[in-house]
């Protein structure tokens, strides 16, 4: 019984050890819209919208690019974000932020059936 203790006390050990000498693998949000690559994806923020965070939103987008780049899709540049209800569309991604609040409206489904026109239709 006691040997078994110390291997446990061993491996949990180690493995504090391995997550703190694991690299920083940066944005969650970014690493999850990466494995949606080669996927379409349509970002949507709004700017009253105090549940969100619409620059960093838009920035998981373009820390996104180079898995999306993999496949051959163009980048989001960091200074590229779109002003206000005017999407940005970068192959199959598209990002936009329109004035209001908590919600979705009209206007998202308007771009969302846009784009998935623009992508299903080639």
Do not use: C
């Not at 940066?26 to 690559?37: E, F, K, N, R």
């Not at 965070?53 to 180079?66: K, N």
């Amino acid at each position: 019984m006691e040997e078994g203790a110390r291997g446990g006390e061993y491996a949990r050990h180690r493995a504090g050890l391995a997550l703190a000498d694991a690299p920083d693998l940066g944005d969650p949000a970014a690493l999850l819209l990466a494995l949606i690559a080669p996927r379409a994806l349509y970002v949507a923020s709004a700017d009253e919208d105090l549940w969100s965070d619409p620059r960093g939103e838009f920035l998981s987008q373009v820390h996104a690019s180079p898995v999306y780049a993999l496949f051959g899709e163009p980048a989001m540049a960091a200074d590229e974000m779109p002003p206000l209800d005017r999407p940005l569309v970068a192959g199959r991604r598209a990002y936009h932020v329109r004035s209001g609040g908590h919600n979705l409206t009209p206007y998202d489904w308007d771009r969302f059936a846009d784009f998935a026109d623009r992508i299903w239709r080639k």
